[in-house]
């Protein structure tokens, strides 16, 4: 399983833009990127997945490079709720294999 | 969308008591379910892979008998931290995934274990 590097922590302000960045340069063929969220005293929540290119959903866009060796989670106009710790994960697809090795996380700090 | 349940939220127990946890999944069969732990500040720990039917697989460095996990439907699996002493002290997730889906693992909301 690839694994993953991510900023320690990041702070921001309410109704910006926010990217984080996650390195993962042993990315395999079949390996997809998956982001969760996590709040304190809480599961993780799923937030998006992606291959290639870029895909949004109504909460985020995740970007990847035409090498996939990193990917960025872009959280638009953020608010103070969204303060948690995300986590970018490589692995199968979905269930397929099914494990999911956590790596450290970005605890995001959003101010007013 | 898929819930997965995680049965109590919070433990506080004396040593050498054991205590079950339970992870259901609530509208859909989970073929595989997952369980974590995790420390103050740190990241998830994965620490088995539950299977329906048959026995879990336990990472490196978990003691299968200090826990125990059971699966025996496709909606629910259990952890039993068998005589918890306060180094066990943390907080247990479950993780659920539907057989053939399309979905990704849904996270139960953890229950947090503490040890006296």
């Known amino acids: 399983l690839a694994k993953t590097t991510q900023p320690i922590s990041m702070d921001s302000y309410e109704g910006q833009e926010v990217n984080i960045t996650c390195s993962h340069n042993n990315i395999a063929t079949n390996d997809y990127i998956t982001w969760y969220q996590q709040f304190p005293s809480q599961g993780p929540r799923f937030i998006i997945q992606g291959y290639k290119t870029k895909v949004t959903n109504e909460v985020a866009s995740l970007f990847i490079p035409a090498d996939r060796k990193s990917s960025t989670l872009s959280l638009p106009r953020v608010s103070l709720s969204d303060t948690a710790v995300y986590y970018c994960l490589v692995g199968a697809r979905y269930n397929q294999g099914g494990k999911l090795i956590f790596g450290q996380g970005t605890e995001l700090s959003v101010k007013p | ?116």
């Open chain 2, 1 to 116: 969308g898929a819930v997965v349940s995680q049965h109590p939220s919070r433990v506080i127990c004396k040593s050498g008591t054991s205590v079950k946890i339970e992870c259901r999944s609530l509208d859909f069969q989970a073929t595989t379910m997952f369980w974590y732990r995790q420390f103050p500040k740190q990241s998830l720990m994965l620490m088995a892979t539950s299977n329906e039917g048959s026995k879990a697989t336990y990472e490196q460095g978990v003691e299968k008998d200090k826990f125990l996990i059971n699966h025996a439907s496709l909606t629910l699996s259990t952890l039993t931290v068998t005589s918890a002493h306060p180094e066990d002290s943390s907080f247990y997730i479950c993780s659920a995934t539907e057989g053939s889906s399309n979905q990704p693992q849904h996270f139960g909301d953890g229950t947090r274990l503490s040890i006296l």
